[in-house]
């Protein structure tokens, strides 16, 4: 039905930048929030940064100042730019959207595949 797909991951040195993109397609009404959380290796899915739709966000204090999360409402899309990346930023990145996919019914949350970001030191 709705399927949310993620780009622009890979491997990159420390002080570096990289840029994600989910696109989100399908059967859509409406999106409300979205946003971007990540895992590392044996650590728990955490949340690094939601914007809703009117564009209001927070972040993770690990990466407030450093990591910039956008979107364009009329392409189903969220961004994720991430600069000065650390080691520790290193772990799989998953988009996350609130979608509604009909007149009546509520928003329910969708994620997609995942993808791998890289820091090395």
């Known amino acids: 039905q709705v399927q949310l797909v993620e780009s622009g991951g890979g491997l990159v040195q420390a002080g570096g930048s990289l840029r994600l993109s989910c696109a989100a397609s399908?059967?859509?009404?409406?999106?409300?929030?979205m946003g971007w959380y990540r895992q590392a290796p044996g650590k728990q899915r955490e949340l690094v940064a939601r914007?809703?739709?009117?564009?209001?966000?927070n972040y993770a204090d690990s990466v407030k100042g450093r990591f910039t999360i956008s979107r364009d409402n009329a392409k189903n899309t969220v961004y994720l730019q991430m600069n000065s990346l650390k080691p520790e930023d290193t772990a799989v990145y998953y988009c996350n959207a609130d979608v509604t996919v009909t007149l009546v019914s509520g928003p329910v949350p969708y994620w997609g595949q995942g993808t791998q970001v890289t820091v090395s030191s």
């Open positions: 914007i809703t739709r009117g564009g209001s966000t």
């Open positions: 399908g059967r859509i009404f409406s999106i409300a929030a």
